[in-house]
């Protein structure tokens, strides 16, 4: 049974930090490229990261490029997401998903697993 978990999310100011979790089960971790989604009410998802297998290749959507740091650990099977210099537009619920490559990802594409989210919430 694939489980995808995603934790970490609350209420932070804007201008503040926040670092998401997402922890996998019942897959082989890092035969998987490893993304994030959010979906703020009213609005289409929108892929915002995406990194490789490896950690190698890492991709990020404009509207988060240079603010937020997507890694992993694959030693405990975990997807990390470093926000910071967050801003009320970033207030969403944030997704993780497993996929078969990076390519079209935020469209979501080739997504395998996806988790139940976490909700993040910028106040100005």
């Known amino acids: 049974q694939v489980q995808v978990v995603e934790s970490g999310g609350g209420l932070v100011q804007a201008g503040g930090s926040l670092r998401l979790s997402c922890t996998a089960s019942?897959?082989?971790?890092?035969?998987?490229?490893m993304v994030w989604f959010r979906q703020a009410p009213g609005k289409e998802r929108e892929g915002i990261s995406c990194?490789?297998?490896?950690?190698?290749?890492?991709y990020y959507a404009d509207s988060v490029k240079g603010r937020f740091t997507v890694s992993r650990d694959n030693a405990k099977n975990t997807l990390y997401l470093q926000m910071n210099g967050l801003v009320p537009e970033d207030t969403a619920m944030y997704y993780c998903?497993?996929?078969?490559?990076?390519?079209?990802?935020?469209?979501?594409?080739?997504?395998?697993?996806w988790g139940q989210g976490t909700q993040v919430t910028v106040s100005s």
């Open positions: 019942g897959l082989t971790f890092d035969d998987y490229h």
């Open positions: 998903a497993a996929a078969r490559t990076c390519i079209k990802y935020s469209s979501g594409g080739y997504i395998s697993y």
């Open positions: 990194i490789s297998r490896t950690g190698r290749n890492t």
